[in-house]
């Protein structure tokens, strides 16, 4: 939204553009008024000749700094708000980005960020294909410190300096006493490559005309405000008052030069009129004879940029810019890919034609990348009448990228191997081929039975386990079993080695091979409450079974309690849940409940499990608030389609009840959260978080509060 609301444009001192005598120097020429955020909007005005657009930074009445562009020739009408974020560097007050400055080839900004009156950052902002940010990385920001050896003070315009690819910032010290200076900072090196005291208390806008070495300082503050021209070495030349308060300015550099054109500066006021003025520097790009001639050079590697995918073929393309008032023929354009060996991968030229202060984009023939890993971009222009050749060539780096995973072994069941019968779950080894990391899924088969789990985040170089989420039974048989697994990166450039595909034996079964598992009871039971025992029998065997299924439970004495039997027939390869008499007891204390079959007196199948009777396990016996906590026996346990869970809790406080698989994933949550003290009811539909509906076998209730688990085995019928 603009921000526009009134023009007061007003010519104070009118110059004709192709007049010899320019107005003398601090001459507004042309001025109007901005209506920005407030009193404060004046912090900083940059240039960026690409686009023929200032830049301005606007801090406002509540420290929230905007950042606006608008065309010269029409302010009021073209301004509009640029949507940049800034970093916050953690001072106590509101940061305030000050002074932005674009570099020489227009891929980044700087900008002097005060955090303390006496602190401030220099922060280097890239884009990274959306936007403006600054990364955080040591390579991007430069304190400006308090310590000894720093800067010590605070920058509140920059300027960027295309002769020599340095920062010019103007400096207002505090030690040893307040001061002004003007300060050469390396971007690259982020050092200081010199200093400059000049004769003001400080400084609040800086602009300079790098073709005769003067450079413009706005001083202001408490005081009056004056524009100040000074020489190389910090001696003023000239000042001239113009009002009071801050201000900064920026050098106007038009897209055609002539000889009796005034070297103008546009300057915006930090005050609450928030005046935008065009002042002349008192010359003529006459008398700046280099300005006129022919600098021709690259601005940006546009591509191949960041990374780029082996073996596909990519556009090298580079934005190259006349940067004088003079039209380039015969330009000469190469780029050259290099290995970091200086092996040479790729070399074209081109020839172009560049009007003046125009821009070209040079797209070169096309590249197939086959390395993988770093590769050196150099790109460089050459005309005869170039006067600057120290900025003709540009270097950067990019990223050959390989995206590749393989299946390198698997662990289970291991290939052209004879395994037990039973349950089997799938494990293999990837591995990374690539340069980058990887996220994929991996698919395990067995004949019809497939798995799909996720391998997250795997670095370049590296191997790593999968595993299946489930088992699968395998029961012996005279023929192979054919499995594979399978990496499913998307992308991946080399399929091939992909998947395994492999075969394997299971032996015959054995002539008896019964397995029990206790399912009911389990942890602890209520006193007086009744329960059903319940054991999981799985024929493991080539033929039928008949036997019978025993349960004895003994006292901590040990004395005898149940002795009960149940037959039993069960298939081959077959499992099931037998169901003894309901039982409760009356007695606290602990319990051993043992099961057996009797099928080979060689090889007896047997379990045992011990629970505990306990009183008032989360529940009152009147039904008043619970006294401990606790989770009863699902009912019914076995079941079909839903199961009730009661658990208590003697107390408000968070829990957590969830049903786990056998193998201990996570499947269902039925509450979470805080709950009050007594008695709770919850239903379980048999189904996932997902909603499916899981398959018939042994889950496990697991509730956990303020560091106490409660746990109960629950069984799922078809």
Not at 33 to 49: E, F, H, I, Y
Not at 88 to 97: A, E, K, Q, R, T
Not at 426 to 439: D, K, L, S
Request: glycine letters at 8%; one cysteine or more.
């Amino acid at each position: 939204m603009k921000k526009v609301l009134t023009v007061a444009f007003a010519i104070l001192a009118v110059a004709t553009v192709a007049e010899a005598d320019p107005p003398p120097f601090g001459t507004v020429i042309e001025q109007c008024t901005l209506d920005l955020s407030g009193p404060r909007a004046g912090a900083g005005v940059t240039w960026r000749q690409d686009e023929g657009m200032f830049y301005l930074v606007d801090l406002g009445d509540t420290m929230d700094a905007k950042v606006w562009k608008l065309d010269p020739d029409d302010p009021v009408g073209t301004i509009e708000r640029v949507p940049w974020q800034f970093a916050i560097m953690g001072g106590p007050n509101p940061d305030l980005p000050w002074a932005i400055v674009w570099d020489q080839r227009l891929e980044c900004f700087w900008c002097s960020q005060i955090v303390q009156d006496t602190m401030c950052y220099l922060l280097r902002y890239t884009w990274n294909g959306l936007r403006w940010t600054w990364r955080g990385q040591p390579g991007d920001s430069w304190l400006v410190s308090v310590e000894a050896g720093g800067l010590n003070g605070v920058v509140r315009s920059m300027e960027f300096d295309p002769r020599t690819s340095q920062l010019w910032c103007v400096l207002t010290r505090t030690m040893p006493n307040l001061h002004g200076e003007f300060v050469r900072f390396d971007p690259g090196a982020k050092r200081i490559e010199g200093t400059v005291r000049h004769d003001s208390i400080g400084g609040d806008g800086l602009t300079l005309v790098p073709w005769d070495s003067s450079y413009f300082l706005t001083a202001g503050g408490a005081g009056q405000r004056r524009y100040r021209k000074y020489d190389s070495t910090g001696t003023l030349l000239q000042s001239v008052q113009d009002g009071s308060g801050r201000a900064d300015w920026a050098l106007h550099v038009p897209a055609e030069l002539g000889a009796d054109d005034t070297v103008s500066a546009y300057c915006l006021t930090y005050d609450a009129d928030n005046l935008f003025k065009r002042v002349s520097t008192g010359m003529t790009w006459g008398q700046l004879p280099t300005a006129l001639e022919q600098n021709v050079s690259p601005t940006a590697l546009l591509s191949p940029v960041g990374a780029v995918d082996s073996g596909v073929a990519i556009v090298p393309t580079l934005g190259i810019r006349n940067f004088g008032a003079i039209a380039a023929e015969s330009v000469a354009v190469h780029m050259m890919f290099e290995t970091p060996t200086d092996a040479v991968l790729y070399h074209e030229s081109t020839y172009v034609t560049i009007p003046a202060r125009g821009s070209d984009t040079v797209e070169f023939p096309s590249w197939s990348p086959a390395p993988r890993g770093d590769v050196d971009a150099a790109a460089w222009t050459f005309w005869q009448g170039d006067i600057t050749p120290e900025d003709d060539t540009l270097r950067r780096q990019f990223l050959v990228r390989v995206k590749d995973v393989a299946v390198t072994e698997v662990y289970a069941p291991v290939p052209l191997d004879t395994i037990d019968p039973g349950f089997v779950r799938p494990r293999c080894q990837v591995w990374n081929y690539g340069n980058t990391a990887a996220t994929f899924p991996v698919v395990f088969g067995i004949e019809e039975w497939r798995d799909t789990v996720m391998v997250t985040d795997l670095q370049p170089g590296t191997a790593g386990p999968a595993t299946a989420s489930d088992s699968i039974r395998l029961l012996g048989d005279t023929l192979p079993w054919n499995g594979m697994t399978a990496t499913l990166l998307d992308g991946d450039m080399y399929p091939d080695n992909d998947d395994t595909v492999f075969t394997f034996w299971v032996r015959g079964m054995v002539e008896h091979d019964i397995t029990l598992s206790f399912v009911v009871p389990a942890g602890s039971v209520l006193v007086n409450d009744p329960f059903t025992p319940v054991v999981l029998a799985a024929n493991n065997a080539a033929m039928s079974e008949e036997f019978w299924l025993y349960l004895v439970i003994t006292d901590s004495q040990p004395a005898v309690i149940v002795h009960d039997s149940v037959p039993v027939m069960l298939p081959a390869g077959f499992e099931t849940h037998v169901a003894f008499q309901q039982q409760s007891f009356s007695i606290v204390g602990r319990y051993l409940a043992a099961c057996s079959a009797d099928i080979d007196p060689r090889n007896w199948a047997t379990d045992t499990q011990t629970f505990w009777i306990a009183r008032n396990i989360g529940m009152a016996e009147a039904g008043g608030q619970p006294i401990l906590f606790g989770l009863r026996a699902a009912e019914p346990n076995p079941f079909r389609r839903s199961a009730v869970v009661r658990f208590g809790l003697p107390r408000s406080q968070e829990v957590d009840l969830a049903v786990y698989s056998a193998s201990g994933r996570r499947i269902r949550e039925l509450t979470t959260g805080l709950r009050q003290a007594g008695l709770h009811t919850m239903v379980w539909d048999g189904t996932d978080d997902a909603g499916k509906a899981v398959g018939r076998g042994v889950y496990c209730l697991r509730l956990v509060s303020d560091g106490s688990i409660a746990s109960r085995k629950l069984v799922k019928m078809e």
